[in-house]
């Protein structure tokens, strides 16, 4: 169940779409969806190995009211730092969303 006290922190939701100038050229830019409170679970930063050495990723799980529509296709910005998102989890009967995000570069 989700605890409405413990939502104090501000993040916006955002969804890329496209854009069409009057040139014809096509561009891609993200878009507010919402800026909603929500509760910050999980801040980490772990590291792995890739092939071309050692990498540090920052992960974050944000738990927000349920909002339909919301996709791993969109990002969360939280705290000046974009985060895309890897996983939803709907919580309850659609009480509360908790959505998994990585800090993207």
Not at 45 to 67: K, L, N
Request: hydrophobic share 35%.
């Amino acid at each position: 169940m989700l605890n409405i006290g413990k939502l104090d922190r501000r993040i916006t939701i955002e969804r890329q779409t496209q854009n069409t100038k009057p040139s014809g050229d096509v561009t891609k830019v993200w878009t507010p969806v919402a800026t909603v409170w929500a509760e910050v679970l999980q801040q980490t930063a772990s590291e792995f190995f890739t092939g071309y050495g050692e990498a540090e990723t920052g992960t974050v799980i944000f738990r927000v009211r349920y909002r339909p529509g919301i996709t791993t296709k969109d990002r969360v910005i939280y705290d000046g730092v974009a985060y895309g998102l890897k996983e939803i989890k709907t919580i309850g009967r659609r009480h509360a969303l908790e959505l998994r995000g990585e800090a993207l570069k």
